[in-house]
């Protein structure tokens, strides 16, 4: 069994930046793609972003390309969220995942396991 912490949620200024942390204890996530996806209020979680297992490949909704950067540090079993020029529509509790496979993927049907979310919120 997997739990993921996540962690660095908060609030924010429009335009200012937050860095979402998930760390894996009970067993290693090293040798699986991890991600985020959010959920604004009265909204379906969406995909954010995702990073294979070696880190070579990401993907990114089209909403935060260019704004977020996912990044993983499998010796610390942690992948982060940097989240750079925020907009109120940022606003979720974003929720840290890790999948069944190595490659990246964007669906939630893949997620083995789930973090309890951290909320982020960007005033305008």
């Known amino acids: 069994q997997v739990q993921l912490v996540e962690s660095g949620g908060g609030l924010v200024q429009a335009g200012g930046s937050l860095r979402l942390s998930c760390a894996a204890s009970g067993r290693t996530v090293s040798s699986a793609c991890v991600g985020w996806f959010r959920r604004a209020p009265g909204r379906e979680r969406e995909f954010v972003s995702t990073i294979s297992k070696s880190g070579g490949s990401t993907r990114y909704a089209d909403s935060v390309k260019g704004r977020f950067t996912i990044s993983r540090d499998n010796a610390k079993n942690t992948v982060y969220l940097q989240m750079n020029s925020l907009k109120p529509e940022d606003t979720a509790v974003y929720f840290c995942?890790?999948?069944?496979?190595?490659?990246?993927?964007?669906?939630?049907?893949?997620?083995?396991?789930w973090g309890q979310g951290t909320q982020v919120t960007v005033s305008s």
């Open positions: 995942a890790s999948f069944f496979v190595e490659d990246v993927v964007t669906t939630a049907a893949l997620v083995k396991y």
